[in-house]
């Protein structure tokens, strides 16, 4: 059989060899791609992709060989995937039998292709595991009308199955086939506004028609000609949508509306300035609109300074006064380039006071400065091995999440971007690998919709192990086992009365995509934040109420954290008593999208036996709570993402109240102040005594070194 294969690929080989092409200069380049130096493989990648045509042959005579080296392989399938040439995927046919391991990579080649792809996706599919299939639906769902009939097949398929993956299969094809229509009207580009405007408007459209609608919207506004789309989503927002696509409808409208006025240049500087005006303005249009006035150098300055005496004090504002006190400082001539150098604040929010993090004579060591671009950072998204070695944390570049490997010290770092996007990363108990979320839609909704992925420190090989997309959470290792705990979050659900509804559900999964096995369902909640004891003999998951009809923008309301043996059983729920939002400035309620991006603090001592949990230090034996970090206040600890540090013998815990790195004791209530520094705590570096720390406000990830402590008396004789 595979004498016959490389017969057929070599017999495509001859027929698919251009006159003229660079012959030995493509063979070099594809035997880069194994290259141990992922710089050199990276460039070969790119070089291949940029022939076009002209690496066809050389792609080809690899695939024929019959000793191949999978890494190879796969660069190769997403050097077809992106070279944009046809011919190429005559190589393909064979590899799903060649090449079972990367039949994922072979799914999405194939879909880069449009309408050649529709019918060797459509043969994969009945000897696909549930995952691929449900990436086969995914994929086929971009090519419209002519997947249909390939589409109808399928659903034949798993009709025939009663389980439960089967049945959700089953709906996402039926949703595919709905929007089908009008995801090839949207194909015709700005002649089909109109008719995808009425569509989005209609109450009798299905909400998958509906949704297609509005995102062809989107990429139509996107392009050169895209002004009459960006208007009609804004139209479309005016109107009556259901919960569960207005968030995002207005998401899609107001990124839509910052592309058409950044294409106006100057003359669109009345429509930032309205923006900020506005006091109903969304926070990332508004912040947009700081972002396109600055982009548009000093010219912009009397702009940035009229719109600022109108607005009501908060973050925009402090952002917009950040930026414009920036261009006051720099030459016309250079400022016309510029970027923003600082992210605005996001969730959670720290003291909105400028300078630096840390005062009093105290003084953070910056190891990473992150411009988050508006994307919300969560400090969960920041750990160390388990060996102390390296680190490992998440950043944005070119507004995408990207995963950036270092040293201990935060010196050699390496950038892993597997997917388009990748964050929330945990290291592997014996420090091999990664565990993260990701997704590779552009620009995407990461927060909302993702997968998990495991994968090696080079970023090379990404691994799906969660069987379907969706929102996930923060995914985390057990301790000497390949295997991983996460939690999936369905924000459509149906109740009893078949209202939309909120519903959480913990899998366990070994390092592959196979096998989950489900630990626990939460009606009405979702799950944020999840950590397996050290002994591995517990697991706790923090969980938030949902206000019903569910829907990303939905209010959560009471946090509760379970927990429960590793196999799930035991099940006990600890409510934390805390208020649905904060006071003051943290009075805001906080809605789905917000708590999943801010995550929560879970953090166990080392011998398992004690837990911290926003603001709380919980006796896992008992489940009790044993103490309030603050008793003072709870105004902040609806936002407090930052870790609570168990010290001192875990008799102590060390916090931070948003302005100050504090310290509370079991025999010591009263809370003792380490260090004037704001920021959420991270780790702990005991040989140097110093705490990893990340600063929102400026960006800034570093160590705060603490004096030495005199050492602890000796606990009395029993």
């Known amino acids: 059989m595979r004498f016959c294969m490389a017969i057929l690929a070599l017999g495509m080989i001859a027929m698919a060899a251009p006159a003229g092409a660079p012959a030995d200069e493509a063979d070099r380049l594809v035997a880069s791609l194994g290259s141990a130096d992922r710089a050199e493989a990276s460039r070969a990648e790119a070089r291949l992709i940029s022939l076009g045509g002209q690496a066809t042959p050389a792609l080809g005579r690899y695939l024929a060989l019959e000793q191949r080296d999978d890494r190879v392989v796969e660069a190769i399938y997403r050097v077809i995937t992106r070279g944009g040439d046809l011919e190429a995927t005559r190589f393909l046919w064979p590899e799903w039998q060649r090449s079972p391991s990367l039949r994922e990579a072979l799914i999405k080649a194939w879909g880069a292709h449009g309408d050649a792809g529709v019918s ?135 990124d839509a509306w910052l592309m058409s006025l950044g294409r106006r240049g100057e003359a669109a500087m009345p429509d930032y300035e309205a923006i900020l005006r506005d006091p109903g303005a969304r926070e990332p249009l508004s912040l947009g609109a700081v972002n396109g006035l600055f982009g548009l150098g000093v010219a912009a300055l009397p702009s940035m300074e009229k719109a600022a005496r109108s607005m009501k004090p908060g973050p925009t504002k402090e952002y917009l006064a950040q930026l414009t006190a920036t261009l006051r400082a720099m030459k016309p001539a250079a400022s016309a380039s510029l970027v923003p150098l600082t992210p605005p604040p996001g969730p959670p929010a720290p003291d909105p006071s400028a300078g630096p993090a840390c005062s009093g004579g105290h003084k953070m060591i910056p190891i990473a400065t992150i411009n988050a671009a508006g994307r919300p950072i ?143 369902r939460l009606d009405g909640q979702i799950i944020t934040a999840i950590e397996a004891s050290p002994d591995v003999l517990r697991i706790a998951f923090l969980a938030w109420k949902v206000a019903s009809p569910s829907s990303e923008s939905a209010q959560v309301t009471d946090r509760i954290v379970y927990l429960s043996s590793i196999d799930g059983s035991g099940r006990r729920a600890v409510e934390l008593g805390i208020p649905q939002a904060g006071t003051g400035r943290w009075s805001d309620p906080l809605s789905v999208t917000e708590a999943l991006a801010l995550g929560g603090d879970l953090t166990w001592s080392a011998d398992g036996r004690l837990l911290t949990a926003a603001g709380r230090l919980i006796d896992a034996q008992s489940g009790q709570i044993t103490m309030k970090l603050d008793p003072a206040t709870d105004g902040y600890i609806a936002r407090l993402s930052g870790r609570g540090l168990l010290t001192e013998g875990d008799t102590c815990v060390w916090f931070n109240d948003t302005r100050q790195v504090c310290k509370t004791c079991l025999t010591n209530p009263a809370v003792q102040i380490l260090a004037d520094c704001r920021g959420a705590l991270l780790w702990h570096d005991e040989k140097k005594n110093a705490l990893a720390l990340f600063d929102p406000l400026s960006g800034q990830m570093g160590f705060v070194s603490l004096p030495r402590r005199r050492p602890a008396p000796a606990a009395p004789a029993r």
């Open 120 to 254: 060797p996706l459509a043969n994969y599919f009945q000897q696909a595991t549930p995952s691929q299939q449900e990436l086969i639906i995914e994929t086929l769902a971009p090519i419209g009308e002519p997947a249909v009939p390939a589409l109808g097949s399928m659903r034949e398929i798993v009709l025939a199955d009663s389980g439960g993956m089967a049945a959700r299969l089953r709906t996402r094809i039926e949703e595919v086939l709905q929007a089908a229509p009008v995801v090839t009207l949207a194909a015709r580009g700005p002649a089909a506004v109109v008719e995808l405007e009425r569509i989005a408007n209609d109450p009798l459209s299905s909400p998958p028609a509906a949704r297609a609608a509005l995102r062809g919207l989107a990429g139509i506004a996107s392009g050169s000609r895209g002004d009459e789309a960006a208007l009609a989503l804004r139209r479309i927002t005016r109107g009556r949508l259901p919960p569960d696509l207005r968030a995002e409808a207005e998401a899609l409208a107001d």
């Open 378 to 520: 969560s400090p969960r998204w920041f750990r160390r091995t388990a060996d102390r070695s390296r680190i490992v944390y998440t950043t944005v570049e070119s507004g995408y999440y990207r995963l950036i490997a270092a040293g201990a010290d935060g010196a050699a770092t390496v950038t892993l971007a597997p997917l388009a996007h990748s964050f929330a990363p945990d290291p592997s108990w014996d420090s091999k690998r990664l565990v993260f979320l990701g997704t590779d839609e552009i620009p995407g909704r990461p927060i909302l919709r993702n997968d998990v992925y495991s994968d090696g420190w080079d970023g090379q090989g990404p691994r799906r192990l969660s069987a379907t997309s969706g929102t996930h959470c923060s995914p985390v290792w057990l301790t000497q086992r390949e295997e991983v705990i996460y939690a999936r979050n369905e924000l459509d659900a149906k109740d009893a009365g078949g209202r939309p509804m909120a519903q959480a559900i913990l899998f366990r999964s070994p390092d592959q995509a196979s096998a989950a096995r489900e630990l626990a």
